[in-house]
Structure formats: structure tokens, C-alpha cells
T-cell receptor, first 117, second 112 residues
């Protein structure tokens, strides 16, 4: 079975600086998708970024980028120029390709990010 | 705008009572999911459905049931609520098997 591990329960960053959140996963599949979701205090789950495993290029969305290392099964999220609004719980998630893992997202336990002014 | 809504947003109930959490989406998505979120566990899958009349058990399905009589709705029922089911529940939907998952705003359930 696939698993997702986020080894940092909590992280802190100074406003305007850069922070990297770690995520590793375990799978025997070759085709899959990886996601980072943000959950602010409002509880709403917001998709931050998505990566297809068959793409070698790392995904980016404005200040958010990933470092996808397929061989190492690592998928870290880098937040540049951190803002107060980035404070949230961040979840890494795995989805098997072509409906693998029964087409269901498997989530890590989350990393709580604090941003200091 | 299309959306996914959950109700109630907050509910307090007593042990042994039946509780139903509603989930309604207007995207016409085939796939719908129920997760629960607990501190230290992240989100865990309870039940999911890939279409009308299709329902499947997830990782933590004991004590829960769902039904899918139409595309828009996937209600989650706790047949006999237990204190261990105190949690925040999220409904989500997705068009296909690999698209973005859209979440509702969550329902906080407290079982006393």
C-alpha cells in the first residue's frame, strides 16, 4: 500500500524568507500524481501545486515550487518570499495513476507552518 | 458558480444517536469522497463513490455508511454515533480519476 510521510509536524519561517516542507512517499507504481494542499485556519482545503510523475520538470505556481525526486520518492515544497497568509497546515498527497490506489488521494499527516512578522 | 457544500457545519450529538452529514456538489462530478480529519492523523478516507449507486469502503469505514442516489449528493450516516467519531468531516469531489479534488468547507461533529 502507498504511504505518505511528512516528517516535520511544525515549521516556522520569517516573513519574506524561504522555507521548504518535506514529503516522502512509498509506492511501487511508476505513474502517479503528487499534490500539496494548504489548510488555513478557515479549514478550507486549497490546492497549492500538482506534479505528474512522468514529468521531469518541477512544477511551479508563483512563489510555490516543488523539488520532485522520483528515484528518492521525495516531493518537497518550497515557499519563497513567505507571507503572513502562508501560515497554515500543509498536506502532501499521493494519487495513483490511471485510477491506481483506487483513485483515492492518500494524505500525509501534515506540517503546520507559522510565519513570523 | 459550481460548488460543493456541506451541512451542517457544526453539530453536537449524543452517543448512540444517528447522524447524517449532507454533501452536495453542482459540478456534476462522478467521484465523491468523505474524509475525516483528526490531529496527528491527517485526512483519512471513510467512503467513496465513483457514480450513482456505487459506494466503496475506505480506510476507516466502520460505523459509517453512504448512499449515492444521484450525481450531486453523497450523504454520510453515522448509524450509532460514538465519541471516537468526534472529528472534522470533509466531503470532496472530482471529475475523473486524476483531476483536482475539490473540498467542501468541513463539518465539525462532536459526540458527547
Amino acid at each position: 500500500a502507498q504511504t505518505v510521510t511528512q516528517s516535520q509536524p511544525e515549521m516556522s519561517v520569517q516573513e519574506a524568507e524561504t522555507v521548504t516542507l518535506s514529503c516522502t512517499y512509498d509506492t511501487s507504481e511508476s505513474d502517479y500524481y503528487l499534490f500539496w494542499y494548504k489548510q488555513p485556519p478557515s479549514r478550507q482545503m486549497i490546492l497549492v501545486i500538482r506534479q505528474e510523475a512522468y514529468k521531469q520538470q518541477n512544477a511551479t505556481e508563483n512563489r510555490f515550487s516543488v523539488n520532485f525526486q522520483k528515484a528518492a520518492k521525495s516531493f518537497s515544497l518550497k515557499i519563497s518570499d513567505s507571507q503572513l497568509g502562508d501560515a497554515a497546515m500543509y498536506f502532501c498527497a499521493y494519487l495513483g495513476g490511471y485510477g491506481g490506489s483506487q483513485g483515492n488521494l492518500i494524505f500525509g499527516k501534515g506540517t503546520k507552518l507559522s510565519v513570523k512578522p | 458558480d459550481a460548488e460543493i457544500t456541506q451541512s451542517p457545519r457544526h453539530k453536537i450529538t449524543e452517543t448512540g444517536r444517528q447522524v447524517t452529514l449532507a454533501c452536495h456538489q453542482t459540478w456534476n462530478h462522478n467521484n465523491m469522497f468523505w474524509y475525516r480529519q483528526d490531529l496527528g492523523h491527517g485526512l483519512r478516507l471513510i467512503h467513496y463513490s465513483y457514480g450513482v449507486q456505487d459506494t466503496n469502503k475506505g480506510e476507516v469505514s466502520d460505523g459509517y455508511s453512504v448512499s449515492r442516489s444521484n450525481t450531486e449528493d453523497l450523504p454520510l450516516t453515522l448509524e450509532s454515533a460514538a465519541s471516537s467519531q468526534t472529528s472534522v468531516y470533509f466531503c470532496a469531489s472530482r471529475l475523473g480519476n486524476t483531476g483536482e479534488l475539490f473540498f467542501g468547507e468541513g463539518s465539525r461533529l462532536t459526540v458527547l
